[in-house]
Each structure stands twice: as C-alpha cells, then as structure tokens.
C-alpha cells in the first residue's frame, strides 16, 4: 500500500480494525450491551492489552472497571474506518473474479458501490453481469471525466498491461486502487494502492499445513 505521510498510526493496527468491527457487529446483533477488552481479545485473537494500546491511538472509548459499550466502539469505529462514506467505484476487468465482485453485496455495506464496470474484450462489451452493462476500457476517461464522484478503481486484470491501466486511473483522478492482478503496482504517495496477493495467502496456508506435517 502506499504510504500515507498524514497517517501516523502504524498499518498493523490499521488492519486489525476491520476484524473489531466485525466481532463488535456480531456482538450488536445479539443484543449485548457492554464488552471488555479481555472478552473481546477471546473473540479475536488478539491480546487484551494490543486491543486498549490499538483503540487508545483513537481515543480509547472505554472506562477501566466498565469495559466498553458495543454501540459507541462498533460507531467509533466505524467513523475511523469510513464506513459511513460511500465511495463511488468502478471495476476493471469482467472475467469471472470481477464478476463475482460485481454481485458482492458486501461491498455496499462496507461503503463501496460499483457504478460500472469495464473490459478490453469487445466480445464481453454491451453484455451485462448482474445489473451493469460492460463498457470498453477504451472509454475509461470518458466515462471518469463526466462522473468525478468515482475515486476507487478494482483491478481485476492480468499482469499484462496493469500498470498501464492504473497509470491511466491515476491520471484521471482515481484515489484508490484495489488491485488483484498479479502485480504489485505503483502509483504517487496520494494515491492508496492495496495489492492483494492470493497466491500469497494460498502460499501461506501452505506452509501451515506443512507444518503440521513434519
């Protein structure tokens, strides 16, 4: 990921936000009212002592001897995660990793609405996958210069002309980038690129049951 010089919180307490607010929501959902650091470090994995050291970059929110209230951490949260914004997002690529993206619900929720969707494939362009009609990547500035509300791109490509599509994105004011294609790319400090690698964590998985073998 690009660095964010503005952000002074380390990117390893940044990634474990998400699973807190997935516990907490859990939590939310069953009706429970208040938690403690120690109960949510058996949720989570994570020790009692990270998760007050990883809130209190962020205020805290908690009172010692009372814990915390499920609604006011899973809110904070959410505040410092984004997730009350909607970013306007397009995909790249319509195979069928973009395709299933596509129709992911989840994304919405977590404050990601896909608004169009493109391909190279000129057999692919004018069908539809769920309720977006493909376009040509061929009009991808075209498209960003009469909607500048879009800021997030989904790459979905091969290695092959990834970068060349993303240098593209940038120049057309895209802010962010999640890309799958299996290349690490580059773009300015302004711009956040998260790779995500899953031969990586496949690899990973690997050597765990390895592990377990020897």
């Known amino acids: 990921m690009a660095e964010n010089t503005k952000n002074k919180v380390s990117e390893t307490v940044i990634?474990?936000?998400?699973?807190?607010?997935r516990y907490l929501s859990e939590l939310h959902e069953k009706g429970e009212d208040r938690i403690s650091s120690?109960?949510?470090?058996?949720?989570t994995g994570f020790t009692a002592s990270q998760i007050r050291q990883d809130l209190n970059n962020f205020g805290g929110f908690g009172q010692q001897g009372?814990?915390?209230?499920?609604?006011?951490?899973?809110s904070e949260l959410e505040n410092i995660l984004g997730i009350s914004t909607v970013y306007k997002t397009v995909i790249i690529g319509s195979g069928r990793l973009g395709s299933v993206i596509s129709n992911y619900r989840g994304f919405l929720e977590s404050g990601f609405e896909i608004v169009a969707m493109f391909d190279r494939d000129e057999r692919?362009?004018?069908?539809?996958?769920?309720?977006?009609?493909v376009k040509s990547v061929a009009r991808l500035e075209e498209f960003l210069k009469k909607h500048p509300e879009v800021s997030v791109a989904i790459l979905t490509l091969p290695k092959i002309g990834a970068q060349a599509v993303a240098d593209r994105l940038v120049a057309a004011g895209i802010r962010g980038i999640w890309n799958f294609a299996p290349e690490d790319l580059e773009a300015p400090e302004d711009v956040i690129v998260e790779n995500i690698r899953l031969t990586d964590s496949l690899l990973t998985l690997s050597y765990y049951l390895t592990e377990q073998d020897r």
């Open 38 to 43: 120690q109960e949510l470090s058996d949720l």
């Open 66 to 74: 009372y814990g915390y209230k499920v609604t006011v951490l899973k």
């Open 15 to 21: 990634r474990r936000l998400p699973k807190y607010h």
């Open 124 to 133: 692919v362009v004018g069908t539809y996958i769920g309720e977006h009609k």
